[in-house]
Nanobody
Framework: QVQLVESGGGLVQAGGSLRLSCAASGRTFSSYAMGWFRQAPGKERDFVATINMRGGTTDYADSVKGRFTISRDNTKNTVYLQMNSLKPEDTAVYYC????????????????WGQGTQVTVSL
């Protein structure tokens, strides 16, 4: 198993920045591509970003492209999401997840999930 714990969420004004972290258990963290998803109340869980096993390849949702950066440090078993120029529509619970299937933008491809961390962006 892989256990994931997110941290770094909080309240920020529009235009501000936050850095989310996701700490993974075990020694096999580097065997998984990782992703970030977000879910607002009453809405579905949406893809945000993904990163491959070594960290050399990333992909982003159009809504966050140019503002968010996903990265990982396999020596620390940690994946990050740097969020800049935050907008109110970024408000959601953010989840990190470990992927087992090839379609990175769909939640069904991910088999391990963290508990989520709340990000609230105010005007």
């Amino acid at each position: 198993q892989v256990q994931l714990v997110e941290s770094g969420g909080g309240l920020v004004q529009a235009g501000g920045s936050l850095r989310l972290s996701c700490a993974a258990s075990g020694r096999t963290f580097s065997s998984y591509a990782m992703g970030w998803f977000r879910q607002a109340p009453g809405k579905e869980r949406d893809f945000v970003a993904t990163i491959n096993m070594r960290g050399g390849t990333t992909d982003y949702a159009d809504s966050v492209k140019g503002r968010f950066t996903i990265s990982r440090d396999n020596t620390k078993n940690t994946v990050y999401l740097q969020m800049n120029s935050l907008k109110p529509e970024d408000t959601a619970v953010y989840y990190c997840a470990a992927r087992a299937l090839p379609v990175a933008t769909q939640a069904v491809s991910y088999i391990y999930w963290g508990q989520g961390t709340q990000v609230t962006v105010s005007l």
